[in-house]
């Protein structure tokens, strides 16, 4: 067994009975590392820069291309949009209406309806993109209206160097807003995009749908 293949392994073990996406987080590696992952059982994979991953992806094999389900998890400028649409089943990282705009008008020029996430600051850190939690109440009205996206969920970043009880409390806090969103403004929210490497356990006790797994699947 490859390495590769026992990390996941182990981590399928530790999380037998969770029910949502582990997704590999594949931006850093080779297609040939992406494609020992897949041979592993990962089925979704996420990449951050659009060329890159582009080219990585064409050189898969044709049945890993279409078995898999890739997600785009980097910030995204509306000039890279276009490259995007297509090839990524989901953007995690929506964080301004002018983004949802370009992406439902590139999606309907190509007749498709695309997946999104939005992507909240819920730490409220000057270094992170995404809604605060006053935006997104704000903006979602006139997103919702938007033909050719459809929203997922929320998405979150955590700080990095958060202690677990902070960790739990700042993803407490995010479920807490996905509760009030939903309570709210009368829509069901499928997936809580939240928890990497060094955190997912704790972002799964608070009600994450989709992990992003990178170093802890690609040593």
Partial sequence: MSIIADNIKQIRDELSSYEGRIIAVS?????????????????????????????????????????????????????????????FDY????????????????????GLTQKILLQVNIADEETKFGFSSEELFEVFPKIAKLEN??????????????????????????RTLKEKFERDLKFTIKELSMGMSND??????????????GTKIFV
């Fill in 91 to 110: 953007i995690h990282s929506v964080d301004s209406f002018k983004l949802a705009q370009v992406i439902n008008d590139l999606a309907n020029e190509k």
């Fill in 149 to 174: 996206i459809s929203v997922e969920g929320l998405m979150m970043m955590a700080p990095y160097l958060y202690d677990e009880a902070s960790l739990a409390s700042l993803f407490g806090k995010m």
């Fill in 27 to 87: 931006k850093y590696v080779n297609a040939q590392k992406m494609h020992e992952a897949y041979e592993a059982g990962i089925r979704d994979f996420a990449e951050s820069k659009a060329q890159e991953a582009i080219t990585k992806i064409d050189t898969l094999p044709k049945e890993v291309k279409a078995n898999c389900t890739w997600h785009f998890i980097g910030h995204l400028q509306t000039n890279k949009v276009k490259k995007v649409i297509g090839y």
């Fill in 200 to 213: 997912y356990k704790v972002a799964i006790k608070e009600g994450s749908t989709m992990v992003r797994v």
